[in-house]
């Protein structure tokens, strides 16, 4: 078995390698290159006097012109206020770890933080409240097989020690 440990630990430290060694410059290098492209691209249209493509104008709308379905501009304050209601909810997070509450009812309010935090932002900074039914109808049927695997998991879990005790077999004591 421990073996086993050891080579697994030998593949992650060399995997990990591997991504810091060819990866990285890999994509630095790339990144590198397309900036220098379009830096050059900007020069060589300076030099021959004509607009370089890369220059983004306004698009004219004229005025009569209905707006596009689904799409809200939210003002900043928005934001503002939604980061702020997310940084309390991370010192209620702190607060509840630091009280000294049973394990059960401590996870139990941390996942309820947690649950307002994530729907805090997925609303508003992933733009679902908003956005199109269909982006809504995605998340909630994903959620839902989640918690369907999720419970199905802890299902699973609380019914592992049942025929332990009377096979007269050793079960371990939960902590």
């Not at 709308?61 to 707006?67: F, W």
């Not at 209601?85 to 630091?98: F, H, I, Q, R």
């Not at 900074?125 to 097989?145: A, E, Q, Y």
Request: hydrophobic content about 55%.
């Amino acid at each position: 078995m421990e073996i086993l440990l050891n080579i697994l630990v030998l593949f992650g430290l060399l995997s990990v390698g591997l991504c810091f060694i060819v990866l990285l410059p890999t994509v630095g290098q790339v990144i590198m290159a397309v900036f220098a492209t379009v830096f050059t691209e900007k020069a060589v249209s300076n030099f021959r006097g004509v607009e370089s493509g890369t220059v983004q104008r306004k698009a004219s709308v004229p005025v009569d012109t209905p707006k596009p379905e689904g799409h809200v501009v939210t003002p900043v304050w928005v934001y503002v206020v939604t980061y702020l209601v997310l940084l309390v909810l991370t010192g209620v997070t702190v607060g509840v770890s630091e009280l000294g509450m049973v394990q059960r009812k401590a996870i139990i309010a941390a996942v309820i933080v947690a649950s307002m935090k994530a729907g805090l932002v997925i609303a508003w900074f992933m733009h679902v409240k908003d956005g199109p039914r269909m982006h809504r109808l995605i998340l909630v049927t994903s959620t839902f097989f989640v918690l369907i695997f999720v419970t199905l998991t802890m299902a699973d879990l609380s019914t592992r020690t049942w025929g332990l005790e009377e096979q007269n077999l050793p079960t371990i004591a939960p902590s």
